[in-house]
């Protein structure tokens, strides 16, 4: 995938309220809980199915985000991506550590994230264009990073969305492991 503009949202087993992520996302920046410069908090809950609130980055944000009615933790990568043969596996890895994180968090501990299904974007249409061909590709390069995660069967990627949306795929897998941890533990 050449675009280094990619999204991955883990979705939360139960809603929550954005609001209860400012002070924890404050928390990630005080004590430099990532490995990547992050910069602000943002609270965008007068903003209906929006990103909730954000931790903003350098190089990428996170968000407690209620996008499509379904609240999540939603990854977004901006800039200084890696590689292109390392990029999916790289923000599948940074969205999952959040999620570990957050379920992690003191206050936090009724907070669980499933695993059985990962929502992908790829918001930039020069490099990513919604298209069969461009699907195809993602689909490829998906395969292995699904075989690690989920093992060789039961898994399904399926283009989400309309054709005047920004490329989306959601991966779905009926023999998920019983936590974020283990996923992200299996994805390396």
Same mark, same amino acid.
Request: glycine share 6%; charged share 30%; no cysteine.
């Given at each position: 995938?050449? *675009?280094?503009?990619?999204?991955?949202?883990?979705?939360?087993? +139960?809603?929550? &309220?954005? +609001?209860?992520?400012?002070?924890?996302?404050?928390?990630?920046?005080?004590?430099? $809980?990532?490995?990547?410069?992050?910069?602000? %908090?943002? &609270?965008?809950?007068? %903003?209906?199915?929006?990103?909730? %609130?954000?931790?903003?980055?350098?190089? *990428?944000?996170?968000?407690?985000?209620?996008?499509?009615?379904?609240?999540?933790?939603?990854?977004?990568?901006?800039?200084?991506?890696?590689?292109?043969?390392?990029?999916?596996? &790289?923000?599948?890895?940074?969205?999952?550590?959040?999620?570990?994180?957050?379920?992690?968090?003191?206050?936090?501990?009724? %907070?669980?994230?499933?695993?059985? +299904?990962?929502?992908?974007?790829?918001?930039?249409?020069?490099?990513?264009?919604?298209?069969?061909?461009?699907?195809?590709?993602?689909?490829?390069?998906?395969?292995?990073?699904?075989?690690?995660?989920?093992?060789?069967?039961?898994?399904?990627?399926?283009?989400?969305?309309?054709?005047?949306? $920004?490329? *989306?795929?959601?991966?779905?897998?009926?023999?998920?492991?019983?936590?974020?941890?283990?996923?992200?533990?299996?994805?390396?």
């Amino acid at each position: 995938m050449e *675009s280094q503009r990619i999204q991955v949202k883990v979705y939360a087993t +139960e809603s929550q &309220d954005p +609001e209860r992520f400012i002070p924890v996302f404050h928390r990630f920046i005080r004590d430099r $809980v990532f490995d990547e410069l992050m910069i602000d %908090v943002a &609270d965008y809950g007068h %903003v209906k199915d929006g990103p909730g %609130v954000a931790l903003i980055g350098h190089a *990428s944000d996170y968000f407690a985000d209620t996008s499509e009615g379904r609240f999540g933790l939603l990854y977004t990568r901006k800039r200084d991506a890696p590689p292109p043969a390392e990029r999916l596996a &790289d923000a599948l890895r940074r969205a999952l550590n959040g999620a570990r994180l957050i379920e992690k968090e003191p206050g936090f501990e009724g %907070v669980r994230f499933t695993t059985n +299904e990962i929502w992908l974007r790829f918001p930039d249409r020069l490099r990513a264009p919604n298209d069969a061909a461009t699907f195809s590709a993602l689909e490829a390069e998906l395969a292995p990073l699904t075989a690690k995660l989920y093992g060789d069967s039961g898994v399904t990627i399926s283009k989400v969305g309309e054709p005047r949306d $920004v490329l *989306s795929a959601r991966i779905q897998a009926a023999n998920a492991p019983a936590s974020v941890a283990e996923l992200f533990t299996r994805l390396g």
